[in-house]
């Protein structure tokens, strides 16, 4: 190294020794962000807290039902259990219900009256057969040679109800057949017996008094007792 350049390192040298080194650029500071809102300071003291209400559902949309459920509820054991014990008080409740009204109000079998009243003597004349009241009381008013008599509707083979023929003088059975003379014999189809008579006499205002609940039959010999004839 020459003179020259010797001499020129130096002087650099005792420059920087004497200035000093040169100070930094500063860097620019970026901008502070500005400061959170804080939430004002809690009361001294334990503060109450609100527990939130259960969610009470009841049963589940129509939508939403599947074969698991009944009533809307799920098949739980629980929920079983709850409609099982439900359904026997209602059990209990109702036999105890019917109970109480068999209790206060008892069964009782109202039966039809069995006499009736079927005007005056005077309204049958001799020879006639009335069938005034075939319908409702199922009985035939006879005037015979022995005097007025109550012959049953009633044909003894099963029951049904035979029709006065006037003109043939018989009562004819159209079910099975049957016929029966105006004085209740049988005389033809399948009948076993003649047909039955009821008790009749005069009430007290003069009116003749139909007895259904006794009942004369001629193969008891019965026709001749007092009774199943009214002699006028």
């Not at 930094?24 to 209400?53: D, F, Y």
Request: charged share 25%; proline share 10%.
């Amino acid at each position: 190294m020459d003179d020259a350049r010797k001499k020129e390192l130096l002087e650099k040298f005792n420059k920087l020794r004497t200035e000093g080194p040169k100070p930094k650029a500063a860097k620019a500071e970026a901008p502070k962000p500005a400061p959170k809102a804080t939430a004002p300071a809690a009361p001294a003291g334990p503060v109450p807290t609100r527990k939130p209400k259960p969610e009470v559902v009841v049963g589940l949309p129509p939508d939403k039902l599947t074969e698991n459920h009944i009533w809307g509820l799920a098949l739980t054991k629980r929920n079983l259990l709850n409609l099982m014990g439900w359904g026997a008080i209602g059990g209990v409740l109702q036999i105890s219900i019917a109970a109480i009204h068999r209790f206060l109000f008892p069964r009782v079998l109202f039966e039809p009256v069995k006499t009736f009243k079927a005007g005056y003597p005077e309204e049958y004349p001799k020879g006639t057969i009335s069938t005034k009241y075939q319908g409702d009381q199922k009985v035939w008013i006879a005037h015979l040679d022995e005097g007025i008599v109550a012959i049953s509707t009633i044909c003894t083979h099963l029951g049904c109800t035979p029709r006065w023929l006037a003109a043939e003088d018989k009562f004819k059975c159209p079910c099975h057949g049957s016929g029966f003379t105006r004085e209740g014999i049988h005389f033809e189809g399948p009948a076993p017996r003649p047909l039955e008579r009821y008790r009749i006499q005069k009430a007290e205002d003069g009116r003749l008094l139909i007895d259904k609940s006794i009942i004369y039959r001629w193969e008891k010999g019965e026709w001749g007792k007092p009774g199943s004839v009214f002699i006028a």
